[in-house]
């Protein structure tokens, strides 16, 4: 089992950058790919990005694709998420997610521990 624990949300302004963390239990963290998606009141939980095992692969949704960068510190069984030009449709609830399995994937499905989340609000 893995215990996730997302910080570093809040509110600001568009323009404005914030870097979510998360903090994951346990000595396997490496085995795991990431994930980060976000929900926002009302919608479907959507895909924002992963990162692969060792950190070299990475794969974003168009939406954030040059203004997000996902990054991992396996010494420090942590991921995370530096957002820039933060924009008000980037608002939303934002979950770190493990995935067990081989593959990136972009599915909700494919993933097996979250996070409680942690929101962000971006003011226009």
Do not use: H
């Not at 949300?9 to 239990?25: F, K, M, N, P």
């Not at 449709?89 to 097996?112: F, G, H, R, S």
């Amino acid at each position: 089992q893995v215990q996730l624990v997302e910080s570093g949300g809040g509110l600001v302004q568009a323009g404005d950058s914030l870097r979510l963390s998360c903090a994951a239990s346990g000595r396997t963290f490496s085995s795991y790919a990431m994930g980060w998606f976000r929900q926002a009141p009302g919608k479907e939980r959507e895909f924002v990005a992963t990162i692969s095992r060792s950190g070299v692969g990475t794969y974003y949704a168009d939406s954030v694709k040059g203004r997000f960068t996902i990054s991992r510190d396996n010494a420090k069984n942590s991921v995370y998420l530096q957002m820039n030009s933060l924009k008000p449709e980037d608002t939303a609830t934002y979950y770190c997610a493990a995935n067990k399995d081989i593959k990136l994937v972009t599915t909700t499905a494919a993933y097996d521990y979250w996070g409680q989340g942690t929101q962000v609000t971006v003011s226009s």
